[in-house]
């Protein structure tokens, strides 16, 4: 019923207003956040509408940002520096990472044992015990019975 009640006109005002929040806009036009996010997905109007919501909210957070850096902030500065600036170098971190007194670190391969096959043979790998049951409870379930173990219990 709430899909004729709201038109796509006042869906996309209301995303507009509501930066694309689309549970604050299914709040503001009384209905359901389901409804809204369906109504969206079939309306290029709307996903339109969306976006540009989005991006004006984004344009505001850059003025925000741009007004903290011409106050002299310096954590502003480093941000926009660290996210904006990287093309220049900035916001990207190293670590150089070397021996003992700087010289080259000695890599040594690692042989590891055979990947098992089966669990008996993981069990034996790791000194694990390995249980025989009469069939397997994956099995089991697919057969459709629903039930697992000799009892019946999952």
Do not use: C
């Not at 694309?20 to 339109?48: D, F």
């Not at 941000?79 to 150089?96: A, I, S, W």
């Not at 890599?107 to 044992?113: E, G, M, S, T």
């Amino acid at each position: 019923m709430a899909l004729l009640l709201v038109s796509n006109g006042q869906i996309a005002a209301a995303l507009l207003a509501r930066n694309g929040n689309q549970v604050h806009v299914a709040k503001m036009l009384g209905v359901s956040r389901s409804t809204i996010q369906k109504r969206v997905a079939e309306s290029e109007m709307l996903q339109e509408a969306t976006w540009q919501a989005k991006e004006a909210l984004t344009d505001r957070a850059e003025a925000v940002v741009q007004h903290a850096i011409d106050e002299g902030s310096l954590d502003a500065a480093k941000f926009h520096l660290r996210e904006q600036g990287k093309g220049r170098g900035y916001g990207v971190q190293r670590t150089e990472v070397t021996g003992k007194d700087g010289e080259p670190i000695e890599l040594k391969p690692i042989h590891a044992p055979p990947r098992p096959e089966t669990y008996k043979e993981w069990a034996e790998q790791t000194g694990m015990v390995a249980v025989e049951v009469e069939t397997d409870p994956v099995e089991q379930l697919a057969e459709g019975n629903g039930k697992v173990g000799s009892n019946g219990q999952h």
